[in-house]
């Protein structure tokens, strides 16, 4: 089976040099020439079109904002193998609902969340990241229980972190295997195959077994 290959050129400090050949190399790139211009470095690969989902912002980050980057496609190759997406995991919804600020600070506290409070959701909805390399469940639509009318405006106190907005491009390169993207044109959702978590669970204990 073959895949599309694009040719990136890309135009970096000296410096920077040896973090873009190390993330370029793991997305299955190779690189064909290395050409010295003052202090910086312009460097030529061919990649599998799937190894730059989600590269730029990486890229960026390498290169401090320095680096330009440009590729065009150049030919079909047989398939170079499995690219690693993430050593993380993902926060799943638990259960069908909107979310609520109580729900989101505590499952903020387990990772990075990519919503914030009043969003509908669903059961099995893609909703943050973990660093750990399991996914974790959470109930984002969980609502304190009210003891007394003090207790009803508590959740005003309550400090969430602004969620993660992510594009299209980055939302494809977070996909597990797992994992689907929903595209409409009012939002981007990421959600799991199996959505109900039982089925999820009998999944991941076949593929262990």
């Known amino acids: 089976m073959c895949e599309p290959v694009e040719r990136l050129v890309v135009d970096v400090p000296s ?46 980050t390498d290169t401090k904002g320095e680096g330009i980057m440009a590729s065009v496609f150049d030919s079909y190759a047989p398939m170079k193998g499995e690219i690693q997406r993430r050593n993380s995991g993902s926060l799943v919804s638990f259960e069908t609902g909107e979310s609520v600020t109580y729900g ?49 405006g508590s959740d005003d106190a309550l400090r969430l972190t602004p969620p993660r907005q992510m594009s299209l491009e980055q939302c494809l390169e977070f996909l597990a295997d797992d994992e689907l993207l929903e595209v409409t044109p009012e939002s981007l959702r990421l959600r799991k195959r199996l959505l109900d978590h039982a089925a999820r669970m009998r999944e991941a204990s076949k593929k262990k077994g």
């Open 15 to 60: 410096d920077s040099v040896g973090a873009v050949i190390e993330k370029i190399g793991a997305r299955k790139g190779d690189l064909l020439e290395m050409t010295p211009v003052g202090d910086r470095m312009k460097l030529e690969f061919l990649v599998p079109s799937r190894g730059l989902f989600g590269y730029r912002n990486e890229f960026l």
């Open 104 to 152: 989101l600070y505590n499952a903020q506290e387990r990772g990075v969340l990519f919503i914030g409070a009043g969003v509908p959701v669903y059961a099995g909805m893609v909703v943050g990241e973990t660093p750990k390399q399991e996914d974790i469940s959470v109930n984002i639509c969980k609502k304190k229980q009210l003891t007394n009318m003090r207790a009803s």
